[in-house]
């Protein structure tokens, strides 16, 4: 069965990085286009990255780009999300996606919180 | 553009259908996807390639599409459909993802 688990909610302080996990059961992330999505609090979803399956290309949402890197571990079927320079608007739950013609696959989401 | 515009909120009956719009310039030329995210859960693809559904999702939801609008209609509507629905197309061919603001669905 197909499964994406994420790594538990992080608090981290303006200024800090995060990095977040997705561990892929059921599949193998060298096949898919792998995404990470969030949602602020009383927002709509927004795209962030994403990372294709040869590893040789990742896009970046423009309000990401130099502070957003996704990167993948074959080893262990893991993709990461990580975001450096944190501010209270990046306070959100990020999810990360299987791509299938649309976000078919989703992980249970990370509350990432920023506060001081 | 890659905008895409839905109604904030709608409201049906139980019983009754729901249709909930997903307006954009670029719908003529991309597929539409829709997500359902009930409170506190994961979200879930109901619909992809404008009217295709996964399996598990029930035959009540439907998708169509005319010109620039999209539509999500969901027929016989029930309590537990009660959820936050959102449109995605893509962006141009680098699998960059855009959304809809998202349109509540009430359940009276």
């Known amino acids: 069965q197909v499964h994406l688990v994420q790594s538990g909610a992080e608090v981290k302080r303006p200024g800090a990085s995060v990095k977040l996990s997705c561990k892929a059961s059921?599949?193998?992330?060298?096949?898919?286009?792998m995404h990470w999505l969030r949602r602020a609090p009383g927002q709509g979803f927004e795209w962030v990255g994403c990372?294709?399956?040869?590893?040789?290309?990742?896009s970046y949402a423009g309000k990401f780009q130099g502070r957003l890197r996704v990167t993948r571990d074959t080893s262990t079927n893991t993709v990461y999300m990580e975001l450096s320079s944190l501010t209270s608007e990046d306070t959100a739950i990020y999810y990360c996606?299987?791509?299938?013609?649309?976000?078919?696959?989703w992980g249970q989401g990370t509350l990432v919180t920023v506060s001081s | 553009s890659y905008e895409l515009t839905q109604p904030p909120s709608v409201s049906v009956s139980p019983g009754q259908t729901a249709r909930i719009t997903c307006s954009g310039d670029?719908?003529?030329?991309?597929?539409v996807s829709w997500y359902q995210q009930k409170p506190g859960q994961t979200p879930v693809m109901v619909l992809y390639?404008?009217?295709e559904r996964p399996s598990g999702i029930p035959e009540r939801f439907s998708g169509s599409k005319s010109g620039i609008t999209a539509t999500l209609a969901i027929s016989r509507v029930e309590a537990g459909d009660e959820a936050d629905y959102y449109c995605?197309?893509?962006?141009?061919?680098?699998?960059?993802?855009?959304f809809g603001g998202g349109t509540k669905l009430t359940v009276l």
């Open positions: 995605q197309v893509w962006h141009d061919s680098d699998h960059r993802g855009v």
């Open positions: 990372i294709n399956p040869n590893e040789e290309h990742r």
């Open positions: 996606a299987r791509e299938e013609s649309a976000f078919a696959v």
């Open positions: 059921g599949f193998f992330l060298i096949n898919y286009h």
């Open positions: 670029a719908l003529p030329d991309q597929y």
């Open positions: 390639k404008d009217s």
